[in-house]
């Protein structure tokens, strides 16, 4: 038996359907606007250089220093960027996920100074 509170205040008790999913992340606790706006940003990518394009390859700073850009311009006070008029938030966002992409798939194209040397 499960109890959950409704916004009216009154507790609903029902049956729960298992389901093993213990130990599994819980996406839902992403805010959907964050989820969206990256959306919306790799949409913008996949209209400018076609769907997927990254997943060929890019070198591991490449993927980082576009991050840093977009964090460094919303340092300076610009909250969208100027050629697709979206937050560089969600800018940030694609490129740190294109660089988890490139971390795991592409190992080969880390020029990473530092992580290279350490192996």
């Given at each position: 038996?499960k109890?959950?509170?409704?916004d009216?205040?009154?507790?609903?008790?029902?049956d729960?359907?298992?389901?093993?999913?213990?130990g599994k992340?819980?996406?839902?606790l992403?805010?959907a606007?964050?989820i969206n706006?990256?959306?919306?940003?790799?949409?913008?990518?996949?209209?400018?250089?076609?769907?997927?394009?990254?997943?060929q390859?890019?070198?591991h700073?490449?993927?980082?220093?576009?991050?840093?850009?977009?964090?460094?311009?919303?340092?300076g006070?610009?909250?969208?960027d100027?050629?697709?008029?979206?937050?560089?938030?969600?800018h940030?966002?694609?490129?740190?996920?294109?660089y988890?992409?490139?971390?795991?798939?592409?190992?080969?194209?880390?020029?990473?100074f530092?992580?290279r040397?350490?192996?």
């Amino acid at each position: 038996m499960k109890q959950v509170r409704l916004d009216s205040g009154e507790i609903v008790t029902f049956d729960s359907a298992k389901k093993n999913d213990q130990g599994k992340p819980r996406i839902s606790l992403i805010p959907a606007s964050y989820i969206n706006g990256t959306a919306t940003v790799f949409n913008f990518g996949a209209q400018k250089y076609g769907a997927d394009n990254f997943r060929q390859g890019l070198s591991h700073s490449r993927c980082l220093d576009a991050a840093l850009r977009h964090i460094t311009a919303i340092l300076g006070g610009e909250e969208k960027d100027i050629e697709s008029g979206l937050p560089h938030i969600y800018h940030a966002s694609c490129s740190l996920s294109m660089y988890d992409y490139m971390r795991i798939n592409h190992p080969n194209l880390n020029d990473l100074f530092e992580i290279r040397n350490k192996k």
